[in-house]
């Protein structure tokens, strides 16, 4: 890719920058909104960008799903999952005793509810993460914001306190969009598709799922969108593990192209972490063992004269 420009949910300092980032060589690019972002890619604008699809705590990121599903044409070619830390920052010389509020975006702030509950630390909203850490760098005021290790080097705050969110194990999965080109296999892959139905019907969803199962086919994600058409109509957006590229998912397909009123391909693309490769290798080895289980049934099968079994 001879564009480096990858645009980012801004603004500078947000996990959004952070994560675009981790990509290496790059040139980010901010814009306002989730929309902003996928129209500057759908334009040629830019050439890709890094999207927030899901966060460990907060679930789906509906503008960004439904942008893809609904409203762009553009292809997964990579996730980014970034573990996401929360600081206490203020300015130099500030202690926490001396913090009359805290400011953050909304969710940011929930997710140090118990952290800032125990210190009686009174909380004030802000437009993002950065925007917060913004402010109180260019304020006289003895106040804090909670956000990234990013914003902290930006606006030249220091730590109070590191990693104060109330639930260690959150983190945020980006995926970066580009337009045609989908991303070679690896051995190591995720495909996400959306489903279309026809109609709905008693069986439905198990007849897609059915297609997925019948091939050993692993599910990473199910989730139900509506389709904005009328009340209680749904689309699935399925992710499994396994590429385009592969026989067995493109037979899978394949077959739900031939059955379904429509199949969006929303990309194949590598994938964060090994446990996929391993259960893959799984599969595959259990089904050349049944594939050589049930050929050796078959070559034991004595043919008399004229085609018929013999006895």
């Known amino acids: 890719m001879n564009d480096p420009r990858v645009g980012y949910l801004g ?6 920058h952070e994560a675009v980032l981790s990509l290496g060589e790059v040139e980010p690019v901010a814009y306002v909104t989730i929309e902003d972002l996928l129209a500057a890619v759908t334009s040629g604008e830019i ?16 503008a960004a799903i439904d942008g893809l599903v609904f409203d762009h044409d553009l292809i997964i070619v ?13 300015r130099a010389g500030v202690r926490l005793e001396d913090v009359t509020v805290v400011r953050s975006f909304v969710h940011a702030l929930a997710q140090v509810r118990q952290f800032l509950h125990d210190r009686s630390l009174r909380s004030e909203q802000s437009t993002s993460t950065s ?11 003895p106040l ?6 990013l914003a902290a080097d ?4 220091e730590f109070l306190a590191r990693d104060i969110e109330d639930h260690p194990g959150n983190a945020t999965r980006f995926v970066l969009v580009g337009r045609d080109v989908v991303a070679a296999p690896t051995g190591h892959d995720r495909t996400s598709v959306v489903c279309f139905q026809d109609a709905d019907r008693p069986g439905s969803l198990f007849a897609i799922l059915g297609r997925f199962a019948a091939r050993d086919l692993n599910l990473t994600k199910l989730e139900s969108r509506p389709t904005k058409r009328a009340l209680g109509d749904y689309c699935f957006v399925i ?23 429509r199949v969006k391909f929303l990309g194949s693309y590598p994938v964060t972490g090994e446990g996929s490769h391993r259960r893959r290798r799984e599969v595959d080895l259990a089904r050349r063992s049944a594939i050589e289980w049930i050929d050796d049934l078959r070559s034991r099968v004595s043919m ?8």
């Open 239 to 261: 992710e499994f593990e396994g590429h385009v590229d592969d026989d067995v998912v493109a037979d899978c397909l394949v077959d739900l192209q031939a059955h379904l009123a």
């Open 131 to 141: 925007q917060a850490a913004r402010d109180v760098a260019a304020s006289p005021e």
């Open 144 to 149: 804090a914001a909670v956000a990234s290790t």
């Open 154 to 157: 930006m606006f030249h705050l």
């Open 78 to 90: 990579q996730e980014v999952v970034l573990p996401i830390h929360l600081h206490l920052l203020a």
């Open 47 to 62: 050439a890709r960008a890094l999207v927030p699809m899901e966060n460990a705590l907060e679930g789906t990121v509906s």
């Open 11 to 16: 603004p500078e300092g947000s996990f959004s």
């Open 304 to 311: 008399g004269e004229g085609g018929a079994p013999s006895i």
